[in-house]
C-alpha cells in the first residue's frame, strides 16, 4: 500500500533510514561483539537482548524501505489554487472571535501542528476541503461547532 508524501517528508523518511542502516546497525554490532566476548553464550542475556534488539532493528529497516520504495510524491504543480486541496495553505478566521489562523494541509504522517501542518485528514482540513476563498466551513471540534471563512489559499 503506497502513501502519499511532500518532497520534504521522503527526504526526511529517507535520513531516517540511511541513520539506522549506518548508526544503528554499528552500534548493535558492537552490542553482540562486547556481549559475545564475555563468555559462554547459553547464559548470556547480553547477547540475547542485544540479539533481539538487531531483529527489531532489521524489522524496522525493512517497513522502512518498504514504504520509501511505495511512496507517491505529491505533484504541486498539477493541482488547482483556487479550492482547498491537501498542501493548500489556508488562511482562516474564526468568524465568532475574528481570530486568523494558518494552517498547511499534510499527508497525514507529515502533521506537525507546532509548525502549522495539519492532517488532512483532521477534521478542521476534512471542512475546509473542496472550499474556495470566502467560503465559510462549519467544523465540529470537541467544544461544538465553529465557523471558518476562508480568506486565501496559497501553495
Sequence with gaps: MSKYYTLEGLNRLKKELD?????ERKKISQQIAEARDKGDLSENAEYDAAKDAQGMLELKISKLQELINSAKIIDESKMDNSKVLILSIVEIRNTKTN???????????????????ISVSSPIAQGLLGKKVGDTAIIKVPAGSVEFEIISITR
Excluded at 19 to 23: P, Q, V
Aim: glycine share 4%; no cysteine; net charge negative.
Design 19 to 23: 541513520h539506522l542502516m549506518i548508526d
Design 99 to 117: 481570530t486568523k489562523m494558518t494552517y498547511t494541509l499534510v499527508p497525514e504522517n507529515e502533521a506537525d501542528l507546532k509548525s502549522g501542518k
